[in-house]
């Protein structure tokens, strides 16, 4: 199942296994058990360190176990074959499982071994979920380091029955002794502090302590990371206050136009940045979010930024980059059936709509992609597109309509999402040109509208486009002076990338200018 090059690869990482690993399956006649069956040997056959054992001791099959010999307490559980986005799940399980230390803070593994209580968690997956695999690597690595908690993962994909029993509509969804623990992407930390209620605290009172910064950061995708990577070059102290670093590009599957790299995904890319910040003396604090910003009261004063938690960062300037989220539709029912039902992302929760029929609202390029996308695993698809006519490329236009279970409505205002209390089973929409009134019968609707900025905490502090987006000049600066923007939340038009980036860049560097030309004295207050 595995290539050579993967199997070359995959064997020099296991050359780091300190202790021996067994990988226990539990197997029935099926063409997926066979597979898996392929894949475990396959792995084995790559290191002394690793056996092959066949117990058929679970009832989800194909599954296997990866346990340390001797430390049967030291095991994680996948319910699938982790290929895919997961494969890299798979050779950090065997990795720590083996005694090789993860890499993560001390304090945190402190934090996971002193968690009390029993933890028995299921995550369930999707191959195609980019989000997925950082809430199972995280999982994995608390069973591992803590006896007393449990993880399988579980390919929502192949176990559909069992999808359907518990109302699983969204990946990754995580139970914890059998109740729903939370839906979406989470990092280690953020689990940590649902289950240890003092966790939030004690971040706050460290954050609450840092010394004012030369150049803060508000957000942590490409325009906040470009920003602090330049602002740090200058030798200033700069730090990074994100509430999810890498932001929407976690969330986006293929980029092919960013220049000079042909093709990648929006999770390696974060990776990427992630690490070339902290190449850099950046102070990265990363899960914090910000609700209020307080402007200096003189040109050169300090600049206040108030966190959810309670603590507040400090900076003689700052350089907002929050980015932007998906647009809501705003009709009723939507919220009731969000992630039962009403999904955001195709590429994450799509396999679960396997043989049913969906809806995609919306007709840019994000949504003729996503009902390209979805075609090819559900049983029908219809495209509802307010205009008159669909905005996507023409490429993407003429690949759709050689689709033969894809319907395209046009001129359509989509007008309630519909339910049975538990799951979404249609929508109505009107048609604009005759005012008529419709319904669709249908299991899940995948909302792609665009993106609406991340600015509601900004109101009362610079000034916003009609938008909601930052007005910013050609340097970035923003209606403050001292505070600067870039990226998605602002006026700069077309949401790139490649342009974020680039914008982030000349934030960091107006804001270095402008300190620099502060009067002595204005500087000397503010340090």
């Not at 190449?279 to 004063?301: F, H, S």
């Not at 949504?367 to 307010?386: K, S, Y």
């Not at 006519?389 to 999402?417: H, P």
Request: with cysteine; net charge negative; proline share 4%.
């Amino acid at each position: 199942m595995l290539d050579a090059n993967l199997k070359q690869q995959l064997q020099g990482l296991l050359t780091n296994l300190r202790e021996p690993i067994e990988l226990v399956s539990s197997l029935d006649g099926g063409a997926k058990s066979a597979e898996l069956a392929d894949l475990l040997d396959e792995v084995a056959a790559l290191s002394d360190k690793v056996s092959v054992e066949r117990a058929d001791d679970d009832a989800r099959r194909p599954s296997f176990l990866i346990r340390r010999v001797g430390h049967p307490e030291i095991a994680v559980r996948f319910a699938g074959i982790p290929l895919g986005h997961e494969f890299t799940s798979l050779v950090l399980a065997l990795l720590q499982v083996g005694g090789h230390p993860p890499k993560v803070a001390p304090e945190v593994i402190d934090q996971v071994r002193a968690l009390e209580g029993d933890y028995h968690f299921e995550t369930y997956f999707s191959l195609s979920c980019q989000n997925c695999p950082d809430i199972v690597q995280a999982l994995n690595l608390m069973s591992v380091v803590n006896p007393r908690i449990t993880h399988t993962a579980i390919d929502g994909g192949l176990f559909q029955s069992e999808v359907e029993r518990r109302q699983v509509m969204a990946v990754p969804t995580i139970f914890l002794n059998g109740e729903n623990f939370g839906q979406g992407r989470m990092e280690l930390e953020q689990i940590l502090a649902k289950l240890d209620t003092g966790a939030e605290a004690k971040a706050a009172e460290k954050i609450a302590a840092k010394d004012a910064f030369d150049v803060l950061v508000v957000g942590g995708g490409p325009a906040g990371a470009a920003a602090a990577i330049y602002a740090a070059r200058k030798g200033i102290r700069t730090g990074i206050a994100a509430e999810r670093f890498g932001g929407q590009v976690l969330d986006t599957m293929a980029i092919e136009n960013f220049i000079s790299v042909p093709h990648t995904e929006g999770p390696r890319l974060v990776a990427q940045l992630e690490q070339h910040v902290k190449d850099y003396d950046v102070d990265v604090m990363n899960l914090q979010r910000a609700e209020k910003l307080i402007p200096a009261e003189r040109e050169g004063g300090l600049h206040e930024v108030r966190l959810a938690n309670g603590a507040s960062l400090k900076a003689r300037t700052v350089i907002l980059s929050t980015g932007a989220r998906w647009r809501q539709l705003g009709v009723p029912g939507e919220e009731e059936y969000r992630n039962k039902g009403v999904a955001y992302c195709p590429h994450c929760d799509g396999p679960l709509y396997k043989g049913k029929r969906v809806a995609v609202i919306g007709g840019g390029n994000s949504g003729v992609e996503a009902a390209i996308d979805l075609a090819g695993i559900v049983a029908h698809v219809t495209l509802i597109e307010f205009d008159s006519e669909l905005r996507a490329d023409a490429v993407l236009q003429r690949k759709l309509a050689s689709l033969s279970n894809v319907k395209i409505i046009t001129s359509a205002m989509t007008t309630e999402v519909l339910g049975d209390g538990t799951k979404v089973t249609g929508l109505s929409y009107k048609d604009r040109g005759k005012g008529e009134l419709h319904q669709v019968e249908l299991e899940g609707i995948f909302v792609q509208i665009g993106l609406v900025p991340n600015t509601e905490w900004l109101k009362d502090s610079v000034a916003l486009s009609q938008r909601g987006e930052i007005e910013v000049d050609h340097r970035g600066a923003t209606s403050q002076p001292g505070i600067f923007a870039a990226g998605d939340c602002t006026t700069v038009p077309y949401k790139q990338i490649v342009i974020a980036m680039g914008e982030g860049s000349k934030a960091a560097l107006s804001a270095f200018d402008y300190m620099i030309r502060l009067p002595a004295e204005a500087a000397v207050e503010a340090a």
